[in-house]
DNA sequence: GCGCAAGTTTGCGTGCGCGCATTCTTTCTG
DNA sequence: CAGAAAGAATGCGCGCACGCAAACTTGCGC
């Protein structure tokens, strides 16, 4: 399947996000439309919503890079001795420890749209992380694992709008504190949930 | 706070929702613009936007009512010896008992878009939720109750994405099951972080 | 009542998202 | 290698969401 379509696939894609990043970073994000984008990489507009489906996506798709497949790769590598709850927790606060430089942040949490988009990403994980649960405990049924990655999911969206709030002064961000410990709080609750369907595969397993 | 400003801004919503309503019914929730609904109101279409920020929106509102409300009030309403799992699950699944008349479930169903619509509806129960957990248990934290209805959230959203998922007869749904039993099946799961939280708050009052 | 402050409706203009049909490119098959 | 089949890019058109500023309505104090 790497035929010389995927690779010209791709290449735009990256050539979209780029130019996306470049221009939102010279211009700020509110003065570029997707036409300019769709100019800076060579392709007609219509093509750039084949790609990404909002104005936002393209420029945040570009600093994300892929994380989904990145937490779910760390919650199936993650020794067995250690609880399903440890090991999402340590995998997603992980993933955010530097994300895509601070600058890059800065101009996202920025603008309100862009902030939502940033937030909107997080849905991305839930699906790769429901199938990295299940392949980490195989007693887990299907409806539980989408459960449990949805619920991390909106912890993760809880917290990141908490250290996305803006302050009264208009145009930044408080940045209180780490990203890193803020998550690890808001994953804190969902924990025993966590624990209790890890442990109840566990047993079963050993039965 | 019941002036006559009030009374007209409700009165408009309600008639753009029952003219949403009853256009969609007639011809079918394709075939209906929001220069119809806001027509059939007396409204300007800039107006519709000031109320709902999407064609979907009047529409499904018009279904649910205010479902966050009663979800809230049944959880703080609920006796005080039972523990906090048990009365976010029966509040949860109480209020999808019977919502709305099957007949607008089938034909919002039908279309994709209101759809995905009714189901991100079922945000609007987190932040009330969130203030009935902290008013029922004074013990747990802001975070954590944010954190906890979030993942509540999440779980409905789960449960209803299952219940409504298109089978290959396309333009048909499956109904299999109860959604009420679906969605205490999918809440099973939470339930553990639920009775923590609270129990952790007991303990803490009890000292 | 009178008039002002606060809030609401509306028209206008712009950009966005996407369905549809067409054209061009890549890949597959004989 | 030629032609067909599958897939991607593009142009076109429509409807939607919303910022902005101008009219208009309501509520309040005098």
Redesign the interface.
Same mark, same amino acid.
């Given at each position: 399947m790497t035929g010389l379509r995927e690779q010209k696939k791709q290449a735009t894609r990256a050539a979209l996000g780029a130019a996306a990043l470049r221009l939102a970073w010279e211009r700020g994000p509110e003065n570029v439309r997707v036409d300019d984008i769709a100019e800076a990489a060579g392709v007609s507009t219509r093509t750039y919503n084949n790609y990404f489906s909002s104005r936002e996506q393209a420029i945040v798709a570009a600093v994300i890079a892929d994380r989904e497949s990145r937490v779910a790769a760390a919650v199936v590598g993650r020794d067995a001795d250690v609880g399903l709850g440890e090991a999402v927790i340590d995998a997603v606060a992980g993933q955010y420890e530097d994300e895509g430089g601070r600058d890059a942040l800065l101009m996202i949490t920025g603008s309100p749209a862009l902030r939502a988009c940033y937030i909107d990403t997080v849905a991305a994980i839930e699906d790769p992380l429901a199938e990295a649960i299940v392949e980490r405990c195989p007693g887990v049924d299907t =409806? #539980?694992a %989408?459960? =449990?990655s !949805? *619920?991390v *999911? @909106? @912890?993760v969206?809880?917290a990141l709008r %908490?250290w996305l709030r803006p302050t009264s002064m208009p145009g930044f961000v408080m940045v209180s504190g780490s990203l890193t410990d803020l998550l690890r #709080? !808001? &994953? #804190? +609750? &969902?924990? +025993? !949930?966590l624990? @209790? @369907?890890g442990d109840t595969e566990v047993s079963r397993c050993r039965l």
């Open positions: =409806l #539980t %989408q459960v =449990l !949805a *619920g *999911g @909106a @912890a969206k809880v %908490q #709080t !808001a &994953l #804190t +609750p &969902l924990r +025993p !949930a624990e @209790a @369907a």
